[in-house]
Every structure is written in structure tokens, then in C-alpha cells.
């Protein structure tokens, strides 16, 4: 057992970059577990990587447990991860990329969007959404439970989060890149170049480079965790449109503002941006947010750091392609959009789950939070950060002189996760899913 209260000297191993993903799970899985025997300092700080909901939450209710910490997140426009709104000036032009829209089911969660509601950067989407099927059949789902979007996209639910805080510090743009236990502290670099020392770090993303970051840490039992995460990718095409969208409106007072489509290979959602955020309904330009299915997003995927020319225009094509088949209209008949702008996104959601609020490691003093350990949504990713940051300050308060009692979420078992494409949605459900809940009910 490695103890870094009593080494003289960092706690060393070789990096894993560049190496295969099979050789460095190995890796993980046989590196020596750190394991700290010292009391916690009387103000104990703690280093959160990932600036997302769960990384934000996770840092706003360790203040509310009077702890500080630094959130370090590689965001070039801003905080929130998935909460990501893209605004294109002069055009005007605003999409939600990322997370859509969100439901509310934990009391707990409730008051956070409460909190939101009141400062005026959340509303109920009254919208129409529902199911489309390809050839424009489209069928609205119930108006319970309500959904709620941001005001001006989600991306200002993120900076309304740390403006509840004052014990909170932000690092970024910041790519952690190590992590080294050294004389009872954790000690954070980004490519050699030192970012502080911290009581306890939290992980709260995931995906390839958590992968890299775990590797090497001296935290076999919490790499070993996120390993076993099977991950989706999903192509994100924003277009804007000079004209309204052939919409199909059978069956509905208003043309849909959200779709989940299905029978369309390439595409899982529609959004019209516009009547969503700007409650647009005259003339353009309509923003309309298309992502892709997790099928379409395997088939082609590539690293997003670097998305070659000939994918982007195929992915573009095929996705348009999609659009056309799913409201019903003939081929090449589209209009062309006056923008478009794909990303993809290589770490989208999970598909398999542990169903734990979080994961600690106590004799590591080291912690996972985010949407994956309880499910597919914004309501579950701030619901694990929530819990690890009580995990945490229970842990500083009384555990480590008895640890093991403090240990949540290592040996979990994971299950595959059901769902959209597009991620869960607590409590909504469409009438099909509805009667078939009520005929098992029945039966049992």
C-alpha cells in the first residue's frame, strides 16, 4: 500500500497517453491503490474536474457544508458541458446543441429549478413536442410532466449556479492532465504545469480523457468503475433556415417546436430553436437544432477534435437526408440552410448504469459524480452531485478514522440504461409507453 502521508516523493507512474484503451485498463486495474492515513485538514479544499451540472452542484452544496473547492473545466465559451447554447451574431442565430429541455421528479432537484424559475432563466416550454415518425406522422406526447428549457438556452443555468457560491473558485480553460498524490494531498497539473493541491478531487466527466486522467492515479477501484461505462456518440447539426420548415400539423392546433423522431436512421431529435427561445413565429431565420441517433453517431464516428472534411459534409448530407424523410417530404426538396455548424459529440450519454447516487473511494479520498450513475438527464447528473459533495463532508467530518464505512459505489454492478437517444426524461411518457405500464399493472 502506498502511503503519500509518509513518501518523500510524488507518487509517480508512467502516462498512459498514446497507449491503447485495452493496455491501459490493464494498467489501471493493477496500479497500486493510494491510500491516505492522515487526518483531513481543519479547511479542507477540494479539486473538482468537470465543469458541467454535476461538477457545478457537486461544488455548491460542498459550500453549503462550508467547504471550498476549484472546478477546472476545459470549456473555451463557457461553463456547463452539456448545458450548451451556441449564439451567432450578427445573424442572431441561438441553438440549444446539447441537452434540449429537462423534467423535474426529485424534490431535491425541484428546488434548484425553483431557485432558477425565480431568478427568471428557466420556463415551461408550452411548446408542442411529441413523436414523429418518418413520413411526417407526428403524435404529441401529454402535456404532463411539465418541461422546462432555459430562457436564453441552457448554457446561464451554469453561471446562475456559482452565483450562489462565494467558496467556489473557477480554472478555465484548464485540461487537467494529472493527478498525483503527495504528502497527504492530491496535486492537480495540466501538462506538467501545477494547478494546486487539494483534500479530495472529484471527477465529474467522463469518456477517453477521465479514462487517461484514472489511469495512472493510483485509484484502481474508481478507474476500474468508469471502464466498465459504455458510452454513446451523437452528431449535433445546427442550421438556421430562411423559411419555415414544412411541418405536418395534423392533429395539433400549432406546428411542433420538439420531435423525438422515429424509423429515421440518422436522426433522434428536431428542435425549432427559434419558436423554442425567441417564441419566434414570423419571418426568419428559423434555428433548428437535428441530432443524430447513437446508431448514426457509431457508424461515424471519428476523434471530434479533429472531424475531417469529407465526414463532416457526409454526416451533414445524411442528416438532412433524415430531416426530409422524417417530416415526409420528397428528396433534395429541403430548402438549403442559410448556416450550418455540425459537431459531434464522442461522449454523449451513457448506456449502461450503476444506478448509485455517486462513487466514492474514501481511503483515495477520491469521487465520481455525474448523470451516468443514476440515469440519462440534467435532473440525475446534478442528483450525484448533490450526493457526492454530502458524501464528501460527511467523510471530512467523521470518516477517516474509519473509512471503509464511507466507501459508496465501488463494486456496483452496471445495467444497460433505456431511454432516448437523446437521454432520459423523468416522467414522460408517450401514451403507447403509458397503456403498456397500465396492461403489466393489470396483469400483475
Not at 236 to 259: H, N, Q, V, Y
Not at 347 to 360: E, G, Y
Request: net charge neutral.
Amino acid at each position: 500500500m502506498n502511503n503519500p502521508n509518509s513518501s518523500s516523493k510524488p507518487y509517480k507512474k508512467r502516462s498512459s497517453y498514446g497507449t491503447s484503451r485495452k493496455s491501459a485498463m490493464k494498467k489501471s486495474f493493477s496500479q497500486e491503490q493510494v491510500c491516505f492515513s492522515g487526518p483531513v485538514s481543519s479547511d479542507p479544499v477540494v479539486g473538482i474536474v468537470g465543469g458541467g451540472m454535476s461538477g457545478l452542484v457537486c461544488a455548491l452544496y460542498l459550500e453549503k457544508r462550508g467547504i471550498r473547492s476549484t472546478v477546472f473545466d476545459t470549456g473555451l465559451h463557457g461553463l456547463g458541458g452539456r448545458m450548451g447554447t451556441r449564439v451567432i451574431d450578427p445573424e442572431s442565430l441561438i441553438f440549444d446543441h446539447a441537452a434540449q429541455f429537462f423534467t423535474v421528479s426529485d424534490p431535491r432537484f425541484a428546488e434548484l429549478v425553483e431557485f432558477w424559475m425565480k431568478e427568471g432563466i428557466v420556463q415551461e416550454w408550452q411548446g408542442t413536442i411529441g413523436e414523429l415518425e418518418a413520413g411526417g406522422h407526428f403524435k404529441p406526447l401529454p402535456s404532463c410532466p411539465p418541461r422546462y428549457i432555459g430562457v436564453n438556452g441552457m448554457r446561464p443555468l451554469a453561471e446562475s449556479i456559482l452565483s450562489q457560491t462565494q467558496l467556489v473558485n473557477v480554472v478555465r480553460p484548464c485540461w487537467v492532465s494529472t493527478l498525483e498524490a503527495f504528502n497527504g494531498m492530491w496535486h492537480l497539473s495540466e501538462k506538467g504545469k501545477h494547478c494546486g493541491q487539494f483534500d479530495a478531487v472529484v471527477i465529474a466527466h467522463n469518456g477517453k480523457c477521465a479514462n487517461r486522467l484514472l489511469a495512472s492515479s493510483g485509484l484502481p477501484l474508481i478507474a476500474r468503475q468508469m471502464k466498465r461505462l459504455g458510452l454513446s456518440s451523437i452528431w449535433a447539426l445546427l442550421a438556421a433556415f430562411r423559411d419555415p420548415l414544412p411541418i405536418p400539423t395534423t392533429g395539433i392546433t400549432l406546428p411542433f417546436e420538439g420531435a423525438f423522431v422515429k424509423g429515421v436512421e440518422s436522426i433522434s431529435w428536431m428542435s425549432d430553436n427559434s419558436k423554442k427561445l425567441l417564441s419566434s413565429h414570423g419571418n426568419g431565420p428559423h434555428c433548428w437544432t437535428f441530432l443524430s441517433t447513437a446508431a448514426f453517431g457509431k457508424q461515424n464516428k471519428v476523434p471530434q477534435e479533429s472531424i475531417p472534411n469529407a465526414t463532416a459534409e457526409k454526416v451533414k448530407e445524411a442528416m438532412l437526408a433524415g430531416v426530409e424523410c422524417a417530416l415526409g417530404i420528397p428528396k433534395s426538396s429541403l430548402q438549403k440552410p442559410t448556416f450550418t455548424r455540425l459537431q459531434l459529440w464522442g461522449a454523449a450519454l451513457p448506456t449502461n448504469s450503476p444506478n448509485v447516487p455517486c462513487i466514492f473511494d474514501p481511503h483515495g479520498r477520491a469521487g465520481i459524480c455525474g448523470d451516468w450513475l443514476l440515469g440519462s438527464s440534467m435532473e440525475a447528473a446534478a442528483l450525484s452531485g448533490m450526493a457526492l459533495a454530502d458524501q464528501i463532508a460527511d467523510y471530512f467530518q467523521n470518516g477517516w478514522m474509519r473509512p471503509d464505512e464511507f466507501a459508496v459505489g465501488l463494486g456496483s454492478e452496471f445495467q444497460p440504461l433505456k431511454g432516448h437517444d437523446i437521454g432520459q426524461f423523468p416522467g414522460l411518457q408517450s401514451e403507447e409507453q403509458v397503456n403498456d405500464a397500465q396492461a403489466i399493472q393489470l396483469i400483475l
